[in-house]
């Protein structure tokens, strides 16, 4: 019995020891795109492409808008004219799937 133990232990202490990782945890799992500081100003919506949530891991909670000359740019989820385009952006593409 005190062999047993004496080896689970010793199991669970390489096993806590151990830097091996699986293969599959190896890579970054946090989001790519992540805000931390954030616009203020609005944009003429015709300038805008796209509009995208950042990840519920982020810090702070944002979108990220993407103009059609590729730029990205941080707004606050509180920030009106952001939340006004996101969701023209997102009604606009879901009424145009449904015909």
Request: proline share 3%.
């Amino acid at each position: 019995m005190r062999t047993l133990c004496f080896a689970l232990g010793l199991l669970l202490l390489v096993a806590c020891c151990c830097d091996a990782m699986p293969e599959a945890l190896q890579y970054n799992t946090a989001p790519a795109n992540c805000c931390f500081r954030f616009y203020k100003g609005s944009l003429p919506s015709h300038l805008v492409s796209t509009v995208t949530k950042t990840h519920s891991s982020c810090r702070h909670q944002a979108f990220i808008v993407q103009t059609i000359r590729g730029r990205q740019i941080c707004y606050s989820q509180t920030f009106q004219w952001a939340l006004n385009i996101y969701n023209q952006l997102r009604n606009t593409k879901g009424s145009s799937q449904q015909h």
